[in-house]
């Protein structure tokens, strides 16, 4: 039997500092700052949340993260080493499908691992495990096409999963599903993560999301970003949602996260940003309970 994969999954989960990270594209007149002076951690075996408003700069920090793009000052490590380009050790879950249209639920699944020759006794226990906990053990026979948007991401979910990298970065993975189908995936998603506590990072625009899902709350400013606050949301698991709606802990986290959100929002809605608008209104006709 081929070891590697019992040796992958035996990968230890890592940890990820970024420092003094500034990132700019172009130059002179045409230079666009979008991060500034950025630093935080994401922590070995913790699911850390990065929350911001849409168009801070989240999903460029995350190239940075993936070691798609380099920063432009500043420096990000993943356990003390440099990132220096892409690598299996970071796993990077877009908004975008990602499953073959061409191949089944399961075929999809065990993708990564047949791709480097690992398929072993335990990657094929560990497939069978997350198909079972993603809920697709009757669809594994069928192509993406036949499935639900909610089904594809939880196919995706374990498509990830198996890999057992030793950071997943996730940008907006549940963005434009519908309410109910969202809230299915959040819990979906944090029972695979307190099953197995490998370092995530999740980034989003939805609080509400953000506090069921986190351990601790990156809360990030307007472009240039950079870490506005750090909460930590210490609140048991498992998690289920009618808890949270419940948790005064929940609420008061809250409630912090969207004043400082809020704040950010109404400085670049004075910069006349449409985002910043549409938050503000939002923000306006949310009710919180007290
Ligand atoms: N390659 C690039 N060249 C110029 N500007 C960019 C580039 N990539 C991103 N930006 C700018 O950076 C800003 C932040 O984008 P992004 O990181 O996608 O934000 P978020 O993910 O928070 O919504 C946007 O204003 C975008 O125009
Ligand atoms: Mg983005």
Redesign the pocket.
Known sequence: MDESGVVRQKIEAGEIAVENVDKS??SHHFR?E?VRNCSFKIERAKLTVMI????????????LLAGF?KPSAGAITLDGHPIAGPDRDRLVLFQESALFPWMTTYDNILYGPRARGEVTKETLELAEFLLAKVGLKEFRKKYPTQLSGGMQRRAELARAMINNPRVMIL??PFRGLDAMTKELMWEYYSALYEENRRTNFF?T?DIDEAIFLADRLLI?SN?P?QVRATLEVDIPRPRKLADIVENDRANEIKMQALSILHEEAMKSFSRGSKAAADFVEAYSKRSVKT
Do not use: A, H, Q, W
Not at 52 to 63: A, E, V
């Open positions: 594209y172009g666009k979008v911001g408003p849409s168009g801070c700069g989240k999903s460029t920090l995350i190239r793009e940008d907006e980034v625009t990030m472009i970003t």
